[in-house]
């Protein structure tokens, strides 16, 4: 819906108000003239059911007001002495038209000192529910929201498990565009697998003042501007979302609007230069050691690389055995019982299994392993650990493919040789042409929505044939630090300005091995309650936390014994 039709449709809703309450109006002691005026009347109502003025504001923040209408309609129906249940159910059940009964066909008498105190312990009970969510939910919207990282993609800066606090005002909270959807919830209901929202109506695109811009390298919570499932890792054909219930993704801007940006053999290079990474910054690339002696695990993971795969022989597998090391294997390489080979993960066989079961198990030596490290880590490796060669893996091979964006057989770019391309601008022009085309179709018609009809080299923009394009929106670049295991823009491209989410600002929780089962999850101590900004090794703050709730906590104590 445009803003125009919004505006009937908010003035629909004022007729429909006037109409159903005048008359109460009237007998609250009120002109009835005081109904039909916006806003204002909302005023006049929340005195007459004794509410404070700002519960107006309640109403006019979407998803808020879903909570807040039913809660006025039953505020206005017991301040007319309609306090049975089944007025409630009434009031409720009919969207607020039972008032139109009241107001018409009965005598109410007002009850201006009615008491606001529930009745029963359930209705207090329900009250306090509807209150935490609504606070919850302005918090969740348009201030804070917690994130968890469920991939590996910015490793080392950000970690699989990491638990963030979103910032949302730092860019500018954006206002739900979809009007009808489940409080504090994304884009299904936890645990159901049911579509969380309504589709229709939407709310145009709306955007409270920033605090700041966007700088480059900032780490950046966005809606997947490729999304086209319902559910997070669940791929499904053919499911459009709104923005706002797109799948949320956390990158690294490394790209502002006007950048000129190129990947040369892994290296980021923005303008014409090799851009300059924040120190916190840790960004991994693919290498292939080679030893021919064999390259020790346990010698890796003394020198921090705990990232990698492990391969073990079992000399007694039996089916007990196997059932016990199931979870910590990530491949049978070898199910041959005088061979039986598995891969794991960095941890390998916890001792304590292979105890318990009596399982006898050695690790084999490989003469050479993929490895995933920052520059700094390959360096270092190559002398503790002193591999005959280390090599850093870079894709030379530029084959044209559908792969990479802007997904068309005509530009060949992959991995980490990519570009040049020009992040485009608000009111920036560029000229269209058989080749570039490619590059903006999918801004033209999906992010500013225009039709774009392309025959014989002539390009069809909003019923007028064109060959330039003016750019509505800014465009940023977002990419992982994991290089090489990270699906970032450069298989998916721009990220409009108005897919932007928020800011991640604090890590209030860390947990190791979270996809691993509880058994296996550990939390990170150091780096729970840290700034995932700033530069310097991240401090934690978690020992700050505990004096301030100690602190609070005795202050309380000491007011409520005062009070007695």
């Not at 609007?257 to 290079?269: A, F, K, S, V, W």
């Not at 058994?519 to 991240?538: E, I, L, Y």
Request: hydrophobic share 40%; charged share 20%.
């Amino acid at each position: 819906m445009t803003f125009t039709e919004w505006f009937y449709f908010f003035l629909a809703v004022q007729a429909v108000h006037f109409f159903g309450t005048w008359k109460l109006y009237k007998r609250s002691g009120h002109a009835a003239w005081k109904a039909a005026i916006p806003i204002y009347n909302a005023i006049i109502l929340m005195k007459i059911i004794n509410r404070p003025a700002w519960w107006v504001v309640l109403l006019f923040l979407p998803i808020i007001n879903l909570i807040m209408f039913p809660v006025i309609w039953v505020e206005t129906l017991r301040s007319f002495g309609r306090n049975s249940s089944i007025d409630t159910l009434l009031g409720i059940g009919t969207l607020g038209l039972y008032i139109y009964y009241i107001n018409y066909a009965t005598q109410p008498t007002y009850k201006e000192n009615r008491s606001l105190k529930p009745r029963t312990a359930f209705g207090e009970w329900v009250g306090s529910v509807l209150f935490a969510v609504v606070i919850a939910t302005i918090v969740h919207t348009y201030f804070i929201q917690p994130y968890i990282i469920p991939t590996g993609s910015l490793e080392k800066t950000l970690l699989t498990g990491d638990f963030l606090f979103v910032s949302k005002y730092h860019y500018g909270a954006r206002v739900p565009q979809t009007v009808v959807s489940f409080p504090m919830v994304h884009d299904t209901i936890i645990g159901t697998g049911v579509r969380s929202y309504l589709k229709k109506p939407q709310l145009p695109y709306l955007r409270f003042p920033k605090l700041q811009e966007i700088k480059r390298n900032e780490i950046v919570v966005f809606s997947w501007p490729a999304d086209t499932v319902r559910q997070f890792f669940v791929k499904e054909a053919g499911v459009e979302k709104p923005i706002d219930k797109k799948s949320n993704y956390v990158k690294r801007c490394v790209g502002l609007p006007g950048d000129t940006l190129e990947i040369i053999d892994g290296i980021i290079h923005i303008n014409g230069s090799k851009t300059q990474l924040p120190d916190r910054a840790k960004p991994l690339y693919g290498y292939t050691a080679y030893k021919k002696t064999g390259i020790s695990s346990r010698a890796l993971i003394r020198d921090g690389i705990s990232d990698i795969m492990r391969t073990f022989r079992i000399n007694n597998i039996n089916q007990e055995r196997f059932n016990a090391i199931r979870p910590f294997i990530l491949n049978v390489s070898s199910n041959q019982p005088e061979n039986f080979t598995v891969i794991t993960g960095g941890k390998g066989l916890p001792t304590d299994v292979i105890l318990q079961y009596g399982i006898s198990a050695s690790e084999l030596m490989e003469t050479k392993k993929s490895l995933y490290l920052t520059l700094a880590e390959a360096n270092a490796l190559q002398k503790t650990v002193g591999f005959d060669s280390l090599v850093r893996q870079i894709n030379n091979r530029k084959t044209y493919n559908t792969n990479f964006f802007p997904n068309d057989v005509r530009y060949n770019w992959n991995e980490d040789n990519f570009g040049p391309i020009v992040l485009p601008k608000t009111g920036a022009t560029v000229k269209l042409n058989n080749s570039n085309i490619a590059l903006y179709k999918k801004i033209i018609r999906d992010y500013e929505n225009k039709s774009l009809i392309i025959n014989n080299g002539q390009f069809i923009i909003g019923g007028q044939e064109a060959t330039s394009y003016t750019f509505e929106k800014d465009y940023f670049w977002m990419m992982g630090d994991n290089r090489h295991r990270s699906e970032d823009s450069r298989f998916w491209g721009f990220v409009p300005d108005d897919h932007i989410v928020g800011k991640p600002i604090f890590i209030w929780m860390s947990i190791d091995g979270i996809n691993d089962g509880i058994r296996n999850m550990k939390v990170r101590w150091d780096r729970v309650f840290t700034t995932v900004g700033g530069s310097g090794d991240p401090v934690s703050y978690r020992w700050h936390f505990v004096v301030f709730l100690v602190i609070w906590q005795g202050y309380s104590l000491y007011r409520n014994k005062r009070k007695k």
